[in-house]
């Protein structure tokens, strides 16, 4: 009896207890960086979640605090995050129609990039800032440097928001978990289709 309980608390350990104390570290190695530099254009990619966009709302942020002249929606979407409900939103924030270019198509991060790229090589954009949740940014950044190789594109990360500024109800903050280990297992999936 006494072996059985040992054994049960060390598969314990390894199966939940490990894995959950290391949350925190495996979401500081997604999370690049939130700080902005100054760029062409920004790009947002779809899958910003309700109610407040955060990914929008920062690209939003940095156009008006002059950080590039124009903002790239990516992502057909599904429901309230396509590009073009994005772009909505940032038109209500009163961003110049002018200043926004719309990707619809893409359904994925890997067809984010694909698809914004003729974009950004149409207007001779030299440099993207990137903006979008803390947990995507390792696999969006290298996505990025795959698709933009050999052209002189250069690729600034920025993050909606910082992990340590997160105050999530204990719900969110196991959601938010729950898109970490996600993000793990689609980093490698896109290292053995060869995505990045």
């Known amino acids: 009896m006494k072996r059985t309980i040992i054994r049960v608390a060390i598969v314990a350990l390894f199966l939940f207890i490990i894995p959950i104390l290391s949350l925190p570290l495996i979401g500081r190695l997604l999370y690049i960086s939130s700080t902005p ?5 920004i ?3 779809s899958g910003d979640s309700e109610p ?5 709302e920062e690209a939003i942020k940095l156009f008006k605090q002059g950080y590039a002249p124009y903002i790239i929606f ?6 309230g995050d396509s590009a073009e409900f994005l772009s909505k939103i940032a038109l209500h924030f009163k961003i110049p129609k002018n200043a926004i270019l719309i990707e619809p198509h893409a359904q994925n991060t890997y067809e984010n990039f694909l698809f914004s790229k003729p974009i950004i090589l149409k207007h001779g954009f030299h440099s993207i800032l990137i903006v979008t949740s803390p947990y995507h940014q390792l696999r969006a950044y ?8 050999g052209t002189g594109i ?8 910082k992990p340590e500024s997160i105050h999530y109800a204990v ?4 959601r938010e ?4 280990l996600m993000e793990c297992i689609k980093i490698l999936g896109y290292y053995m289709l060869g995505r990045i």
Do not use: Q
């Open 43 to 45: 790009i947002v990619l």
């Open 52 to 56: 407040y966009y955060p990914r929008t």
């Open 171 to 174: 719900y969110e903050k196991i």
């Open 154 to 161: 250069k690729i600034y990360n920025c993050a909606s928001s």
């Open 177 to 180: 978990s729950r898109f970490e």
């Open 142 to 149: 290298l996505v990025a440097k795959k698709i933009f190789k």
């Open 74 to 79: 990516t992502g057909y979407g599904f429901g």
């Open 37 to 41: 530099h100054k760029a062409d254009t």
